[in-house]
């Protein structure tokens, strides 16, 4: 609807070029339409820039607001900025004082921290120069959200790391716990590990041993063990120094399943071949089967022979197939012709 009155403005003006803005700007002020102002406002030549920003401005959506400044030159902007603080909301006020020189830097901060969102408290810390870091701080410690307080404490120059820390434990979440051990100088691997480990996370537990300087690797792979997730224990038994070699195959193994078996053959220094091979040859495709196949046989097994013992029938070649074919289509022809 909206495009099509912008496209008969649009003609009118194309084909009078002499018109002037007052041709259609009463009937667009009119109608109270952001849509409309905003292409009022921005194509056509002589339009009341400041009129058409107030309609903006009176139907109170940030969004278009932000956008009318983005698109329309020589507008107001402490003029639209004034009303972006106003509406209070947090991403339109950290976009702005992102984008527009002599921005409010102040105002448009205390509207985030006023807002309590830990998202954009977050990023105006990060983003802004002269934004009020205590402030915003103080703003996502209260949200008790624990992304947005690990990603505090390690990306804002003279955060409190224990105050941060301390929320992330609270949240007993082992993905924000892992990485508050992993990419924060001075977190306490201690207590970091005992939420992840509590947790039961087999990929949590996994990554702590395999990343985290200090970490007690006994009680974070009794935790992958218990959970007996083939997939987690194939990673831990590959990228873990001192890892258990045996109990992590014997899960993957009872997993049954010819993709994880070859991966930890593959993979894993002391593996048992010969126990993986029994499963993958027992896939049922035939493209990765010839994979495993090709493996094995770089690995010095005799194929043909673990198959026999195995009893798993030999795959025919594509000639013997068609020879086969060949034979059964000779027995029809030969048949029908008898009848």
Same mark, same amino acid.
């Given at each position: 609807?909206?495009?099509?009155?912008?496209?008969?403005?649009?003609?009118?003006?194309? @084909?009078?070029?002499?018109?002037?803005? @007052? #041709?259609?700007?009463?009937?667009?002020?009119?109608?109270?339409? *952001?849509?409309? *102002?905003?292409?009022?406002?921005?194509?056509?030549?002589?339009?009341?820039?400041?009129?058409?920003?107030?309609?903006?401005? %009176?139907?109170?959506?940030?969004?278009?607001?932000?956008?009318?400044?983005?698109?329309?030159?020589?507008?107001?902007?402490?003029?639209?900025?004034? $009303?972006?603080?106003?509406?209070?909301?947090?991403? =339109?006020?950290?976009?702005?004082?992102?984008?527009?020189?002599? $921005?409010?830097?102040?105002?448009?901060?205390?509207?985030? /921290?006023?807002?309590?969102?830990?998202?954009?408290?977050?990023?105006?810390?990060?983003?802004?120069?002269?934004?009020?870091?205590?402030?915003?701080?103080?703003?996502?410690?209260?949200?008790?959200?624990?992304?947005?307080?690990?990603?505090? $404490?390690?990306?804002?120059?003279?955060?409190?790391?224990?105050?941060?820390? +301390?929320?992330?434990?609270?949240?007993? %979440?082992?993905?924000? =716990?892992?990485?508050?051990?992993?990419?924060?100088?001075?977190?306490?691997?201690?207590?970091?590990?005992?939420?992840? /480990?509590?947790?039961?996370?087999?990929?949590?537990?996994?990554?702590?041993?395999?990343?985290?300087?200090?970490?007690?690797?006994?009680?974070?792979?009794?935790? #992958?063990?218990?959970?007996?997730?083939?997939?987690? =224990? =194939?990673?831990?038994?590959?990228?873990?120094?001192? $890892?258990?070699?045996?109990?992590?195959?014997?899960?993957?193994?009872? !997993?049954?399943?010819?993709?994880? *078996?070859?991966?930890?053959?593959?993979?894993?220094?002391?593996?048992?071949?010969?126990?993986?091979?029994?499963?993958?040859?027992? !896939?049922?495709?035939?493209?990765?089967?010839?994979?495993?196949?090709?493996?094995?046989?770089? +690995?010095?097994?005799?194929? !043909?022979?673990?198959?026999?013992?195995?009893?798993?029938?030999?795959?025919?070649?594509?000639?013997?197939?068609?020879?086969? @074919?060949?034979?059964?289509?000779?027995?029809?022809? *030969?048949?029908?012709?008898?009848?």
């Amino acid at each position: 609807m909206y495009e099509e009155i912008m496209k008969k403005i649009r003609e009118y003006y194309k @084909e009078h070029p002499e018109a002037t803005a @007052e #041709v259609f700007e009463g009937e667009i002020l009119s109608s109270k339409n *952001s849509i409309l *102002s905003i292409f009022f406002a921005k194509e056509i030549k002589g339009a009341n820039i400041d009129k058409h920003a107030q309609v903006v401005i %009176d139907n109170k959506n940030p969004k278009k607001i932000l956008e009318f400044a983005y698109e329309v030159e020589n507008a107001n902007l402490k003029q639209l900025g004034d $009303a972006i603080i106003k509406g209070k909301d947090p991403e =339109c006020n950290f976009e702005f004082a992102l984008e527009f020189e002599g $921005a409010n830097i102040k105002e448009h901060g205390q509207a985030i /921290i006023d807002s309590g969102d830990p998202e954009w408290n977050y990023a105006y810390a990060k983003e802004i120069p002269g934004a009020d870091i205590k402030k915003h701080a103080k703003a996502v410690l209260k949200s008790k959200n624990a992304k947005y307080n690990r990603l505090f $404490a390690q990306n804002i120059k003279g955060a409190n790391i224990e105050e941060h820390e +301390k929320v992330v434990l609270a949240s007993n %979440d082992p993905e924000e =716990c892992y990485y508050f051990a992993k990419e924060i100088p001075g977190a306490d691997i201690t207590k970091l590990a005992q939420v992840v /480990i509590k947790s039961k996370n087999a990929k949590y537990n996994r990554l702590f041993a395999e990343n985290i300087k200090g970490a007690n690797i006994e009680e974070h792979e009794k935790v #992958v063990l218990a959970e007996e997730d083939p997939e987690e =224990c =194939c990673l831990f038994a590959q990228n873990v120094k001192g $890892a258990n070699i045996k109990a992590h195959e014997k899960i993957v193994l009872a !997993s049954n399943d010819p993709e994880l *078996s070859y991966y930890f053959a593959q993979n894993v220094e002391g593996a048992n071949i010969l126990k993986h091979a029994a499963i993958m040859l027992k !896939s049922s495709d035939s493209f990765t089967k010839k994979i495993y196949k090709n493996f094995l046989e770089e +690995k010095g097994i005799d194929v !043909s022979k673990l198959m026999s013992e195995l009893y798993i029938p030999e795959e025919d070649n594509e000639q013997v197939k068609q020879e086969k @074919e060949i034979k059964v289509l000779l027995r029809k022809i *030969s048949y029908r012709s008898i009848v």
